[in-house]
């Protein structure tokens, strides 16, 4: 039931997001992106192209993009970012993914905590509690602003337990009676993934206060899955299924299993402030 009211809560947020106000586009002349080697940017090149779009793409990072998609809400401007969902400017701006009528940046997906094969053999409490562990939109992006907004001084465990401590509302239901580590070692390892970074710091703070040594790894997306494949990583909680992580949990098949659902719809897109009166990439300025 909680988490059919949380898909609740996000579904109407998605709604929201997607509401349109009252600006033109015809002024904008760029797209502001991400690294120049991000996957994101090769294929926002061949949007640009399938749509015939009138706009180049600036290359620069995740936290310049968000520097410059706030200092254009601030002035009122036009803007149009990459991006995705769950992310923490979601939080702090009313935004909207535009419609993508030739789905060149994929279908909505969903991530999971995957495991490997036989951790509910050793911690079956704990795979429990990843079962339950689910956030909406709001949520999340609210544990990633925090994140954000004090990482740079900060160690992001530490942000993630005062999270923790401020949000019980949040996770205490996720708890199964009887969990205690007893002091045993728990791997749950990440990607360098905002989300995912969030994800699993908040549940090494909470791990942590029911009495297990987490250690909690960065790794690359494919040594990540064979880590898991081999053992040696206990859980992750960042599987972007059914696309972009499909070809790994394939690969190694009944090595690692699907443990429960974290978030539901996220997406990769183009992003604009709901104040610009258009919902679509088709409606970006186009090339004569």
């Known amino acids: 039931m909680k988490k059919l009211l949380l898909l609740a809560v996000g579904l109407t947020l998605t709604v929201t997001l997607a509401a349109c106000g009252n600006s033109e586009s015809d002024g904008l002349t760029s797209i502001v992106g991400i690294e120049p080697g991000a996957g994101m940017m090769s294929t926002t090149e061949d949007v640009i192209d399938e749509y015939n779009l009138s706009l180049t793409l600036d290359a620069t990072s995740g936290p310049v993009m968000v520097t410059e998609l706030g200092k254009a809400i601030e002035a009122g401007e036009d803007i149009v970012v990459t991006g995705w969902a769950p992310h923490y400017k979601f939080a702090m701006y009313d935004l909207k993914i535009l419609e993508d009528p030739l789905g060149l940046y994929g279908s909505e997906e969903n991530i999971y905590t995957v495991a490997r094969a036989d951790v509910r053999d050793d ?7 990843f079962d339950d562990f689910f956030f909406d939109p709001a949520t999340i992006g609210d544990l990633m602003g925090e994140i954000n907004e004090r990482g740079d001084s900060e160690d992001t465990l530490d942000i ?7 949000n019980e509302d949040v996770w205490l239901d996720w708890v ?7 002091g045993r070692t728990i791997n749950v390892d990440y990607v ?9 710091f908040l549940a090494h703070a909470i791990l942590e206060s029911y009495g297990f040594e987490v250690e909690s790894a960065d790794l690359e997306p494919g040594v990540m899955f064979q880590s898991l ?5 206990d859980f992750f909680l960042d599987a972007w299924l059914p696309v972009t992580h499909e070809s790994y949990m394939e690969s190694y098949g009944d090595a690692i299993i699907e443990i429960g659902l974290n978030y539901e719809g996220a997406k990769l897109g183009l992003i604009v402030p709901s104040y610009m009166d258009i919902n679509s990439i088709d409606e970006l300025p186009k090339n004569d």
Not at 123 to 129: C, E, K, S, T
Not at 229 to 233: E, H, K, P
Request: hydrophobic share 55%; net charge negative; aromatic share 12%.
């Open 123 to 129: 911690f079956p409490l704990v795979a429990d509690f």
């Open 229 to 233: 494949a081999d053992g040696q990583t």
């Open 176 to 182: 199964p009676e009887g969990l205690d580590g007893a």
């Open 192 to 200: 360098n993934w905002a989300e995912g970074v969030a994800m699993t």
């Open 160 to 166: 993630a337990a005062d999270w923790m401590a401020a």
